[in-house]
């Protein structure tokens, strides 16, 4: 049996040293870039009379599109490799995760490999994100 400081000792040892000072802003950067392309995208839809809706709708059609076809390409893995957290906030994340889960059940077929697990990673974010769109509407009915 391994003791609680011989755990902690060993886990340090495996765990390569934090490098948060250039993390953080890295981050911050890379996920305010992809933030800055999907306002431009947004702004010439709205340039050439699209409602606000409708150019929201596209703008998130163009950026999950962008995102798998960068995920397939091998691309995101190497951007979300130096930014960090800062890929997996926008939408482009969610559709990243989606299409990794994909690709990599894409031997096993597309019924049982790609149909059964694509959503083995993002399902989670859909299943609580449901539940707390719930309770957060019946929160809002009974204090309305």
């Known amino acids: 049996m391994v003791s609680k400081k011989e755990y902690k000792e060993m886990s340090q040892k495996a765990s ?3 490098r948060s000072w250039i993390n953080v802003p890295t981050a911050f950067i890379i996920g305010g870039l992809i ?8 702004n010439i839809f709205l340039h050439y ?3 606000k809706e409708t150019a929201g709708a596209w703008t998130s059609i163009i ?11 091998g691309l995101y893995e ?10 997996l906030v926008p ?20 019924i049982l ?4 697990k694509i959503f083995t990673i993002a399902g989670p974010v859909i299943l609580y994100g449901s ?7 019946l929160i809002y009915y009974f204090t309305k």
Do not use: Q, R, W
């Not at 950026?63 to 390409?73: E, F, I, K, N, P």
């Not at 490999?113 to 059964?116: L, S």
């Open 16 to 18: 390569p040293p934090s």
């Open 35 to 42: 933030c800055m392309l999907g306002e431009g995208i947004m």
């Open 49 to 51: 009379d699209f409602d």
């Open 63 to 73: 950026l999950v599109t962008l995102s798998a076809l960068l995920t397939g390409l």
């Open 78 to 87: 190497k951007l979300a490799k130096h930014a960090g957290a800062g890929t």
């Open 91 to 110: 939408i482009t994340g969610f559709a990243n995760s989606i299409s990794s889960a994909a690709l990599e059940a894409k031997s096993e077929g597309f």
């Open 113 to 116: 490999g790609v149909g059964a």
């Open 131 to 137: 539940a707390a769109a719930v309770v957060y509407g």
